[in-house]
């Protein structure tokens, strides 16, 4: 006589932020090749914050669909932000305001940059964010995200018509303004590069008209 067994079924947890952990906790190690990445949707990554798996706190964003880790902020880093925001607030014509890390919802991504000079009032964006065509300005502070504001950040700015971009480079001492980007081709990009040093007059560029300049010198830490 044969005995069978019957298995019970598995308990299944549901699914909490608490019971989500990294795949890969080294943050540092290689994704294999042989994986293929799954994009989400930004319906999809406003779900996952929606069902609190992600909070305001995490520090992630959405760039062309997947999840990239935000880098921490240092001193530096957080003092040009400041020094930045003020000097823009400052010149600003009535109409626009000045956001820091805050969420711009784009195609396939949204980015927090670290400044945005945005269309309209504040209250004006309590049922929805930002979108390119409200964008007259984004600005990245960039220390070890270099590379990464110079490329992946730069591609998705690009793609999405964002007509001045600043790379404030804290590396080197200097910004990067780019314009006249290519809109959504296979490659994104900004036809123009210019770069301005310490002593220079930065031109700051809202809606296609030059409304002051500021000294470099005076937006670095």
Same mark, same amino acid.
């Given at each position: 006589?044969?005995?069978?067994?019957?298995?019970?079924?598995?308990?299944?947890?549901? =699914?909490?932020? &608490?019971?989500? +952990? $990294?795949?890969?906790?080294?943050?540092?190690?290689? /994704?294999?090749?042989? *994986?293929?990445?799954?994009?989400?949707?930004?319906?999809?990554?406003?779900?996952?914050?929606a069902a609190g798996i992600l909070?305001?706190?995490?520090?992630?964003?959405?760039l062309e669909g997947l999840l990239?880790?935000?880098?921490?902020?240092?001193?530096?880093?957080?003092?040009?932000?400041?020094?930045?925001?003020?000097?823009?607030?400052?010149?600003?014509?009535?109409?626009?305001?000045?956001?820091?890390?805050?969420?711009?919802? =784009?195609?396939? &991504?949204?980015? +927090? $940059?670290?400044?945005?000079?945005?269309?309209?009032? /504040?209250?004006?964006? *309590?049922?929805?964010?930002?979108?390119?065509?409200?964008?007259?300005?984004?600005?990245?502070?960039?220390?070890?995200?270099?590379?990464?504001?110079?490329?992946?950040?730069?591609?998705?700015?690009?793609?999405?018509?964002?007509?001045?971009?600043?790379?404030?480079?804290?590396?080197?001492?200097?910004?990067?303004?780019?314009?006249?980007?290519?809109?959504?081709?296979?490659?994104?990009?900004?036809?123009?590069?210019?770069?301005?040093?310490?002593?220079?007059?930065?031109?700051?560029?809202?809606?296609?008209?030059?409304?002051?300049?500021?000294?470099?010198?005076?937006?670095?830490?």
């Amino acid at each position: 006589m044969s005995i069978s067994t019957v298995l019970e079924p598995p308990v299944v947890e549901p =699914l909490t932020r &608490s019971t989500i +952990e $990294p795949l890969c906790p080294d943050s540092t190690a290689a /994704i294999p090749d042989d *994986l293929t990445l799954y994009r989400l949707s930004l319906a999809q990554y406003h779900a996952i914050a929606a069902a609190g798996i992600l909070n305001d706190d995490e520090p992630v964003e959405l760039l062309e669909g997947l999840l990239v880790q935000k880098m921490t902020k240092n001193p530096p880093h957080s003092v040009a932000t400041q020094l930045i925001q003020e000097a823009l607030r400052a010149m600003l014509p009535a109409g626009w305001h000045v956001p820091s890390q805050e969420p711009i919802t =784009l195609l396939g &991504s949204e980015p +927090e $940059p670290d400044l945005a000079v945005i269309r309209g009032g /504040i209250r004006q964006y *309590l049922d929805h964010r930002p979108s390119p065509q409200d964008v007259g300005l984004i600005v990245e502070v960039a220390d070890a995200t270099v590379r990464r504001d110079r490329g992946s950040k730069k591609g998705v700015y690009a793609r999405n018509s964002i007509a001045v971009y600043w790379v404030v480079n804290l590396v080197e001492n200097r910004i990067e303004v780019y314009t006249d980007p290519t809109g959504p081709v296979t490659k994104p990009d900004y036809r123009q590069r210019q770069v301005y040093g310490l002593s220079d007059m930065l031109p700051v560029v809202i809606g296609g008209q030059e409304i002051g300049r500021l000294v470099v010198r005076e937006l670095l830490p």
